[in-house]
C-alpha cells in the first residue's frame, strides 16, 4: 500500500542548533501537510504544499515539497525550546478520497 | 470559530459497556473524520464522513459504530471494548473531502482507556 516514509525518528539537540526532519512517499502526491504535536496534545497544522518544488517559510521554519511530489522536509533553524514535540508529515493522494497518509512522525528535544 | 471540540476528554470504561464520543465543529466543514492515536504513533483513520455520508471505513471492527447526525456533529458509539482498544480518539474537519480537502483542523481528542 501507500506509504510515507519519515526520518529521523528521534532528534536531540541542544538549543539553538538546527533540525531537519524528511518525508518520502512511494508515490507521487497531490500535496503534503505538516503538523505538530505537542506532548500531550493534538496535532496541529503547520502548512500545505501543494506545487511541485514548492518551498514556504514561516519564521524559522522552513518547508519544501521536491520536483517529483514525492518528498518533503521540513528546516527549523536555530530551535527553541518551544519547538519541543512530534513533527509529522501527511501526504495526500489523489482522487475523490484522498486521504491523509502520515509518516511515523519525528519527536524533537531541545536540551536548554 | 477554528475550533473542534470532543466530549468528554477522558474515559474509562469496562469491556461490557456502551458509550459514546462526541465531536463538534461550527466551521462549515463538510467532511469529518476519525482518528486513533497509539502512543508514539501517527494518527491512523478510522472513518471519513463527507456531506454526513459515510465514505471511509478503514476496515474498522463493528465495535466501533460512527454516526454523522448533522454537518456539525460526529459521534463514535462504542460497545464490547477490548483493552487494546485503549488510545487517544481525535476527531477532525476539514472543508471538503478528497484532493482539494485542505487543511485538517485536529479536536483535542478523547483519552480512551478500556479495563
Redesign the interface.
Known sequence: GQQVMQIPQYQHVQEGEDFTTYCNSSTTLSNIQWYKQRPGGHPVFLIQLVKSGEVKKQKRLTFQFGEAKKNSSLHITATQTTDVGTYFCAGRVGGSQGNLIFGKGTKLSVKP | DTEVTQTPKHLVMGMTNKKSLKCEQHMGHRAMYWYKQKA??????MF?YSYEKL??NESVPSRFSPECPNSSLLNLHLHALQPEDSA?Y?CASSPR?????????????TRLTVT
Open positions: 508514539k504513533k501517527p494518527p491512523e483513520l471519513v465514505s471511509i487517544l481525535l473531502q478528497g484532493e482539494m480537502a485542505g487543511e485538517q483542523y485536529f479536536g483535542p481528542g
